[in-house]
């Protein structure tokens, strides 16, 4: 069973900035496809952005040209720079893994929450 834990989140002024990590229990280099979702309250989650093991990225519509993902195998993680952050991007945000047979794993979540 993969361990994911997510840290960084909490609670910050419009326009500014905060990066959450989020460490995996083995080997990064095992998941097709590392990837940060983001549950607001009332709301579906939704899909932020994408990093696949080949480094190819992927961001949603909302988010892209403020947010950056990236990996470091060396140390197991992968990372959501978040800049200039908006009052619509406060919701958990959560780490999810998928493997190579397909199996996904997820965090706990981290609170993100943006004041305007």
């Known amino acids: 069973q993969v361990q994911l834990v997510e840290s960084g989140g909490g609670l910050v002024q419009a326009g500014e900035s905060l990066l959450l990590s989020c460490k995996a229990s083995e080997p990064i280099d095992n998941f097709v496809f590392m990837n940060w979702y983001r549950q607001a309250p009332g709301k579906q989650r939704e899909l932020v952005a994408v990093?696949?093991?080949?480094?190819?990225?992927t961001y949603a519509d909302s988010v892209r040209g403020r947010f950056m993902i990236s990996r470091n195998n060396a140390e197991n993680t992968v990372a959501l720079q978040m800049n200039d952050l908006k009052s619509q991007d406060t919701a958990v945000y959560y780490c999810?893994?998928?493997?190579?047979?397909?199996?996904?794993?997820w965090g706990h979540g981290t609170q993100v929450t943006v004041s305007s």
């Open positions: 999810n893994v998928r493997d190579k047979v397909a199996r996904d794993f």
């Open positions: 990093i696949a093991r080949g480094g190819a990225t």
